[in-house]
């Protein structure tokens, strides 16, 4: 009869635990010295050992004839290991907290540890994802904990740590799983592809660790079923059509097509995908993994592991192109658009939309490049000589103006981006020693909200804030035009008066008491 790869290959001794040497060398080190606890909780990720190595310790503990040594292990000859191997113990159980939840299930297992082991030296119970308990169930557990039997020992096996009552956690020795790394798992699917006859692409490893995010068992079900799938003999396309995973290349491309503002490309492979059939929030993903390693690369300048995605090459020459902002605009765009598009009716407009925004993130400038070019603007100094060293003196100012104001346009868009907002159909403006001007068209719904007295004020302490000096922002227009006097008073009138209704609410004890609870302020009030 056909064994699965992940019983076939389950681990039978304590050095056969891939990734784990933290906790079974500390059971191993317990056993040697006689220090036994009564009870211990394993937790960590489905698919990582936990349950495999509270078999192996309850082995041991009753094993005849352990392997005794610096590392001991059990014989896994003797009947009583070969009783816990088979499930067939008398003195080990194990017991599914999953479908035994209820107090009457615990009061049971209270009444049987009475009694002596029927063959080894202890009886042991094993409650796999013990979490599920009730908290009567838990209860009625606990005055076991508190005075055991000298024969009895508990091993307990969680997914969720966080449910486990402290009652119970301060009873336990606690032993904490780690996530298989990929090189180990690849290394452990070489062992068992060659003992099954089995040929595997080395592309076709690496993609089968990352899909299994650390489980080993959910790498060796998945090396199953890709053998079922394709035969004695995988490959990159074998795992591309089972898995149904994008081609690297597209994946690649559109990296490209996004740091160099291709958006013909990026809707070009778009369209590719959704007429292919291709999963679109796959693509997403992986474009958010990709950009997250991205961001990694750029800030420490290297990352701990193999991508999958692409080669390292490709993503260190990437990263040369971008900056840590730019980066993080488009990580937040991906992150954003991952959540609708798994919630619209209209993917692919969703997607097209997000990969447009994408395209068209301007290039951001460091915060210290901004000021040593505000200070070098004040200074009549350039901040940098590369294009003005030819360039008349009036030009070289007029460009330093244009740049101190992109500057705080692109600081406000990280910052305040509401505030920022109002200002994108500006055509441009200068900065001068104590004044932001603006420009715009015409006068215009945006012109007239940069107007607004407390809207104005707010964004003069902006630029103060950004140009380390008191600033004022004053509006323009091309060909001279400038708001009428009536309008810029009624601008300062309908700031009054809402500044009044703010205050004449925050007199409401209902809702100053609202303002204090969540730290909120009015920004605005509508009279209807």
């Known amino acids: 009869m056909y064994q699965v790869i992940a019983r076939k290959y389950r681990p039978q001794r304590f050095a056969d635990i891939v990734g784990q040497e933290h906790i079974t060398k500390t059971l191993q080190n317990s056993f040697t010295a006689g220090r036994l606890h009564h009870a211990y909780l394993l ?60 107090v009457d299930d615990v009061r049971e297992i209270r009444e049987r540890v009475k009694f002596l082991p029927a063959v080894g030296k202890y009886k042991i119970y094993i409650i796999d994802e013990v979490h599920m308990l009730s908290t009567a169930a838990f209860n009625a557990l606990l005055k076991t904990l508190e005075e055991p039997p000298a024969h009895v020992i508990f091993i307990f096996a969680t997914t969720e740590v966080q449910k486990i009552p402290a009652t119970i956690l301060s009873r336990c020795q606690r032993y904490d799983f780690r996530r298989i790394t990929p090189p180990k798992i690849i290394e452990m699917l070489k062992v068992i592809a060659a003992s099954e006859g089995v040929s595997a692409d080395e592309e076709c490893l690496q993609i089968i660790a990352a899909e299994a995010e650390g489980s080993m068992r959910d790498a060796e079900s998945l090396f199953d079923q890709a053998i079922a ?56 993903a992986e474009l958010l993994e990709a950009f997250h390693l991205l961001l990694l690369l750029k800030s420490s300048g290297e990352i701990q592991v193999q991508p999958v995605i692409c080669d390292i090459k490709t993503l260190e020459d990437l990263a040369a192109k971008t900056t840590i902002e730019e980066l993080q605009q488009w990580y937040n765009f991906l992150f954003k658009g991952a959540d609708e598009l798994g919630r619209t ?36 100094k350039t901040a940098s000589s590369e294009t003005v060293v030819a360039a ?40 001068s020693d104590s004044c932001v001007a603006i420009k715009f068209a ?30 004022k922002i004053a509006v323009e227009f091309e060909g001279g035009q400038t708001i009428a006097e009536e309008k810029k008073k009624a601008f300062d009138e309908k700031a009054s008066k809402n500044r009044e209704l703010k205050e004449e609410a925050l ?17 605005e009030i509508k009279v209807k």
């Open 43 to 102: 937790t960590g990720i489905r698919g990582i050992g936990k349950t495999t190595l509270a078999r192996i310790f309850a082995k041991i503990l009753n094993c005849k004839e352990p392997i005794i040594g610096e590392a001991p292990e059990p014989c896994n000859k003797c009947p009583s290991c070969v009783d816990i191997t088979g499930g067939n113990s008398i003195d080990v159980q194990e017991i599914d907290g999953a479908s035994n939840t209820g």
């Open 229 to 284: 799938f394709a035969g004695k003999k995988l490959t990159y396309e074998h795992l591309k059509d089972l898995l149904g995973f994008l081609d690297r290349k597209q994946i690649v491309s559109a990296l490209s097509s996004i740091v160099s503002r291709n958006a013909k490309n990026l809707l070009a492979i778009a369209d590719e995908l959704f007429k292919s059939g291709d999963n679109l929030n796959r693509f997403v």
């Open 345 to 380: 009716k209209f993917p692919k407009i969703v997607l097209d939309a997000m990969l447009i925004n994408m395209a068209h993130v301007r290039p951001v400038r460091s915060i210290d490049e901004l000021l040593a070019r505000v200070e070098s603007l004040s200074s009549g």
């Open 392 to 431: 008349p003196a009036k030009t070289r100012a007029a460009e330093n103006m244009h740049n101190a104001l992109a500057g705080f346009i692109d600081w406000l868009k990280l910052n305040k981006p509401q505030v920022a907002s109002f200002l994108d159909s500006n055509i441009g403006g200068a900065v």
């Open 442 to 471: 015409s006068p215009s719904f945006a012109s007239e909200r940069v107007m607004e007295a407390d809207r104005k004020a707010f964004l003069e302490k902006l630029a103060s804030d950004f140009f380390k000096k008191p600033m």
């Open 507 to 523: 007199k409401h004890e209902v809702i100053r008491g609202a303002a204090n609870i969540f730290g909120a302020e009015i920004k």
